[in-house]
């Protein structure tokens, strides 16, 4: 009898191995792979209108990079991608499932216009004091906005995924009937938008940054975002506070033998997280829109779901990733004016991607095996 | 006016439900294999497309019907593949397919929008239609809204009663024991996540081919979520679904003929209110769920290897 | 034809099989003779063959050319520590894993295995550690399960009656309509080997059966177990627990480190020979500990009332006082309110009715977070979920008990270069060995996963410690080493609540035991004058007043 006869009788079989640790290289390759194969299944997509695949991709990143201009709007479509994608991984950090990031975003903007658009002019606020208190007002009612379910995870364990996302559409609602009726700009010409934030208000534009053509939309928000994502990561790795959080994420029946609060925390979390969506609504109207209207948001809460997950959760990744999903917005509007694609192009682009992420993952996690 | 008030809530509330039980009771389905897919959304919607799209070019609203199941399966299968084969994240894969799903529906349908289509119109059964009150409420509707209700006696029949059902428990209960009991946890779970978008697409279609019929884009409006609501409120058990269901189609019912009995309320707040209904409903069948220990299929949302417990 | 060996003679093969006729491994040669005398085996009294079996797992090879001989009708021990390969080697028989290399044998014929289903159509099956049974469906479709009898319509009447019958043949009680959760741990085995028997199982594997156990349970399983194999049975029995096999088994395998060490009719051994063969080397069941007289009361517990987590009453009223230099061993089989007294304890559990004092202080309704800062440690019943942190790193870990308070917090902060040192002082003074202070703590082993969490606990001189199955899963020298760990802090001053459902262990290290069933303690006994019998008759929910008398005619018996 021979060794050799073993493997005769037994078919080849697929199993998973989890790795005890990930070769550092992988971490860059398969997110890139991944990335590289979502386009190929997008092209075929692409192909499927008469379209070149290769052309449209090349339009695609020239929109977004290959110019001053193009620089400028990716990074206007970064910015609420930015803040509202640190919102949502602050909640993913601690496994809260925060889809409510759009909900969060449209409160912020709300109240932020309801500072902008009435009280300062009728307190005669000085304009520093007024964009503070539109940021304070976002981040507040954004908060609040996300303590809803945090409060009913926290107290009452109710799934915090639905909770989260039905109040996107309440909320929406509720600033549309805004938008439409009570602050309607009389003058609007029949549109549906408040009037304008007055000038002195809005939030300033960086004229200074280089290279970037006279006239750009960037605003003060990325500074904003930039800065967020410095104290997030500082809170998250530096703080007693952060540490909780990262342990309550990792294990919390760990965190609750440790006596951690872990109520109190999701409530906290969940209100962070919200306040940093807000805080995007805020910068979107005061920043770009300079005033409530519909389409205020393409969704940027939904997308900010998937910067932070790309991002791993880290804050600096998630600026990066938000640049990159900016592209791709502001590439999805490029090619529907030039290449007469639909939008939704970019939309599953986004779709695939994640999908390939994620299957994309189990080679960093796991070793398959072939035996 | 009192009684015909209440008739045309009931029926509009059935109507309206019927959507919204395909894709609760597939699922139940899906969840008590221990699959959650949170893309319910995204394949109802491509359903709704997709078998708006078949139903125009064939004519035939059945032809759709068919197509539209099978979108929302191969849709199934994609998270399917992610999380039972690569133990992908069931949340994030899930999000994945809703954003897909969104993407994907509103591009198939860039040409579809306002086009006029084939429908499902009421149907009308001798004896059944023509009682007094009931006839009205139950048996004045289309024949999507009546294979409802035979697809909740049949989907609660195999569940309890059937040995595929009596494997479907155990997978979701328990897949390390099923294993070793004999049964192919990621077929099961395969087959449960691919019935789970076949009546999602299901769903799909009974909007886009009978409830609202067209093709506008995000036309679910949340339904799949509302579904997977439902799912909770209804402790992964198929009646209890089919009352959650219509209790959110007599919300809907009531937004539209609050007007007709001379309530105004801003059409805002109107637009609300199954939203709001469905975050109540989940906080009531939470406090319930924990005060009888009625849990989750316990390993739902659990990637299972065999050799790691 | 002898012993079975014979078919292949590589020099190889000689330094790691066990073969009857030569020494194989120096230190055990003394057991070569008595197994010359082994009676021969025809070809048809072999039930169970596995020949040179190789299982590897990351990092680690499972079982090393492992070759394994039961007979029909024998009750056969597989005998080794934690680690040692056993449950590899049966979930390979029981087709749960497929082995790399190797052949199995079931009655003579060669099988191959793909799946727990083949196993179980070759007649061969398996009573798991941990039972597989779901608990939310009722004994008869547990039993049922995978097969594909009734093909669509669940008729059960037909198995229920079958059951029933296998449940008299084999004095088996069981109500064939019970769910799985609502029955004891006991009752459950019963229904695994129902289950095993119900799809006709010749061979029957059991993984350490009586861990969960009673005394009396245990020699209830134990008679069950010989009238199968006098019935013609083949019974595998899996154990650690020399007493056990010296008492059930016909004869015994030996594994260490994945690899054979030898078979031997039990007749013809002792139970040290046993042990050394299993550890290696000879070991000391004896631990040593000063006698201490206890100090001041640290912990008492007054009347406590607690639910579970279905809101059933879980303990009913339980006292007793924990003193300093003083362990005090909690015996009983688990599910008896032993997770939920921890908790209350600990912080983590509401309080119905009662008090806990803590240095005489009322601590009843006190936070876990209060809780700690007095002083009080525990040694959670799992590591993995409540003792650590998996995927972060060793200094993290560390400092989950004292991050709040200086000197690791610096107000709000962290002083991560506080940590640093706090957490290399802490790996070198317990020898946890890990590559860095950075090395997340799901790469530790098990046995330095508990030395981190003593280390943690320990690091703030604890006055009261609460250990719950503190060397459960741990191989023999992590086991002995956290024992004396234990003992070392009782020595120091602190009072030591020990949780443990390894009755051996309370035993040991104990200065009292109490005994609790169903939430309630049957009993108090000194340690030095602890009797197994009274303990088990406690266990299974005899109070000592009542039973004392009766216990003292038995023993004179």
Known sequence: MSRSSFSSYRPPRLSLERRLTTPWWLSWVIPILSVALAMLVGAVIIASQGVNPWEAYRAMFEGAFGSGYGISETLVKAIPLMLAGLGVSVAFRMKLWNIGAEGQLWMGAWAAAGVGLFLYPAWNLPPWLAIFLMMLAAIVAGGLWGAIPGLLKGVLQVNEIITSLMLNYVAISWVLYFVDILWRDPGGLGFPNTAPLDKAIWLPKLTWIPLLPRGHRVHAGLLLAILAAVLLWFLLNRTKWGYEVRVIGENPDAARHAGMPIVRNIVLVMMLSGALAGLAGMAEMAGVAHRLQRGLSPNYGYTAILVAWLAKLNPFGVLLVAVLFGGLLVAGDQIQLTMNLPRSISDILQGLILFFVLGGEVFSRYRIRIR | ?309 | ?557
């Open chain 2, 1 to 309: 006016m009192e009684a015909a008030f209440f008739i045309t809530i009931l029926a509009t509330a059935i109507r309206a439900g019927a959507p919204v039980i395909y894709a609760a009771v597939g699922e139940i389905f899906a969840e008590r294999s221990g699959v959650l897919n949170l893309g319910v959304e995204g394949m109802m919607l491509v359903g709704a497309v997709s078998g708006f799209i078949m139903a125009v070019k064939t004519g035939n609203p059945w032809a759709g019907v068919l197509v539209a199941m099978l979108a929302g399966g191969l849709l199934s299968l994609i998270h399917a593949f992610l999380t039972i084969t690569l133990h992908a994240d069931q949340v994030v894969s899930g999000l994945a397919l809703t954003i897909f799903g969104i993407g994907l529906s509103s591009f198939m349908g860039q040409n579809y929008v306002g086009v006029q289509g084939p429908q499902f119109s009421a149907v009308h059964i001798p004896f059944l239609t023509d009682l007094p009150v009931l006839g009205q409420i139950l048996f004045s509707h289309d024949i999507l809204v009546y294979l409802t209700f035979l697809l909740v006696p049949a989907s609660a029949y195999f569940i309890h009663k059937t040995r595929p059902g009596l494997h479907l428990r155990a997978v979701g209960e328990d897949p390390a024991t099923a294993d070793v009991m004999g049964i192919s946890v990621a077929r099961t779970r395969y087959i449960y996540t691919f019935v789970g978008g076949v009546f999602a697409g299901l769903g799909g279609a009974a909007l886009s081919l009978a409830y609202t019929p067209g093709w506008t884009e995000g036309m679910s409006g949340g339904r799949g979520w509302i579904a997977i609501a439902l799912v909770i409120f209804a402790f992964w058990e198929p009646w209890r679904a089919m009352l959650g269901a219509y209790l959110f189609g007599g919300v809907q019912a009531l937004q539209f003929n609050l007007q007709t009995i001379g309530i105004t309320i801003p059409t805002y707040f109107l637009n609300m209110l199954p939203y709001l209904f469905t975050i109540l409903v989940l906080v009531f069948a939470t406090g319930e769920r924990m005060r009888r220990h009625l849990g989750a299929p316990a390993a739902l949302g659990i990637p299972y290897i065999r050799g790691e417990r």
């Open chain 3, 1 to 557: 034809m002898g012993l079975v060996f014979v078919w292949r003679s590589s020099p190889f093969l000689v330094s790691c099989l066990p073969n009857p006729y030569q020494p194989q491994i120096d230190t055990h040669s003394l057991l070569n003779g008595t197994r010359m005398n082994a009676p021969s085996l025809q070809p048809s009294q072999i039930a169970v063959e596995m020949r040179d079996i190789v299982k590897r797992f990351p990092g680690v090879v499972a079982n090393d050319h492992v070759t394994f001989l039961a007979r029909r009708g024998e009750i056969h021990a597989l005998l080794g520590e934690n680690g040692a390969g056993k449950s590899t080697l049966m979930n390979i028989l029981s087709g749960l894993y497929t082995p790399e290399e190797g052949k199995i044998l079931i009655n003579g014929r060669e099988v191959i295995f793909h799946s727990p289903k083949d196993a179980i159509e070759a007649g061969v099956g398996m009573v798991h550690q941990h039972f597989r049974l779901v608990p939310t469906l009722t004994v008869v479709e547990n039993v049922v399960l995978g097969l594909d009898d009734p093909k669509f319509r669940l008729n059960l009447e037909n198995a229920k009656a079958q059951i029933r019958a296998l449940s008299e043949q084999y004095g088996l009680k069981i109500d064939p309509d019970a769910f799985i959760w609502q029955l004891s741990v006991g009752e459950q085995q019963r229904v695994e080997i129902i289950k095993a028997l119900y799809r006709g199982a010749q061979i029957l594997i059991l993984d350490e059966p009586t861990a969960v156990l009673t005394p009396q349970e245990t020699e209830e399983l134990f008679k069950t177990l010989r009238s199968m194999a006098e019935k013609g049975h083949t019974l595998i029995f899996i154990s650690h627990k020399l007493d056990e096999v010296m008492a059930i088994a016909d004869r015994v395998t030996v594994l260490r480190q994945g690899r054979v060490v030898a078979t031997v009719n039990i007749e013809e051994v002792t139970k040290e020979k046993l042990a050394e063969m299993m550890v290696g080397r000879p070991v000391i069941f004896r631990i040593d500990k000063p006698t201490i007289v206890p100090g001041k009361e640290v912990l008492r517990v007054e009347n406590l009332h607690v639910r579970n987590d279905k809101g059933l009453p879980a303990l009913n009223g339980i006292s007793f006082i924990v003193r300093e230099h003083e362990i005090v061993g909690i015996a009983g089989v688990s599910g008896n309110g032993q997770a939920e007294l921890a908790e209350a304890l600990y912080g983590l559990r509401p309080i119905e009715e009662g008090r806990l004092y803590l240095y005489g202080r009322e601590i009843t309704h006190a936070s876990t977070r209060d809780i700690i800062r007095e002083g009080v440690a525990q040694i959670p019943e799992d590591r993995h979920k409540e003792g650590s942190l998996g995927n972060m790193s060793l200094s993290e870990n560390l400092i989950m008990k004292n991050y709040r308070r200086k000197p690791v917090a610096r107000g709000p902060l962290i002083d991560w270069h506080y940590v640093r040192q706090f957490a290399r002082d802490l790996v070198k003074r317990f020898n946890i060995m890990a590559p860095s202070i950075q090395t997340k703590a799901r790469l530790l082993s098990g046995g330095n996963l508990q030395k981190l969490i003593l280390a943690r606990e320990l690091s703030s001189d604890p006055g009261l410690i609460i250990a719950m199955h503190p060397t459960q899963g741990l191989d023999v020298g992590a086991t002995e080493a956290v024992r004396k760990q234990l003992i070392e802090e009782r020595n120091k001053g602190a009072g030591i609540l020990l949780i443990s459902e390894d009755l051996d262990e309370v035993m040991q290290l104990s200065d009292r035991i109490l005994v609790i069933y169903e939430g309630e303690i049957m009993g108090e006994v000194p340690a030095d004058k602890a009797d197994r019998n009274e303990i088990g008759l406690m266990m299974a929910g005899q109070r000592l007043s009542a039973n004392h008398e009766q216990h003292t005619v038995n023993s004179v018996q």
